[in-house]
């Protein structure tokens, strides 16, 4: 049996953590928001810097949510409240 690391939202969209892997998942990728933000003025270039900051935080939010996605215990879908 495959152990998830996040479960379904009440309400609304999405997913939240609810094992340590599924908080590590979450502060990893703040982290990373945070180093590619923290990184981007150290390019003098503002092209480069725009491309850099645009592409890491491309990359690391479709990293997060992959994982998050594959990790959701019966996947996504919205809430309303009185669903269940």
Known sequence: MAKYWFRQRKLGYGATPNTWQG??????SCL?????????????????????????LLTTVIVTVSITYWKTEGGWRWRGGGDE
Not at 23 to 28: C, F, S
Not at 32 to 56: H, K, Q, T, Y
Request: hydrophobic share 60%; proline share 3%; no cysteine.
């Open 23 to 28: 908080w590590t998942v979450t502060v990893a």
């Open 32 to 56: 990373a928001v945070f180093g590619v933000i923290l990184s981007g003025p150290m390019i003098r270039d503002n092209v480069l810097r725009a491309a850099w900051i645009g592409l890491g």
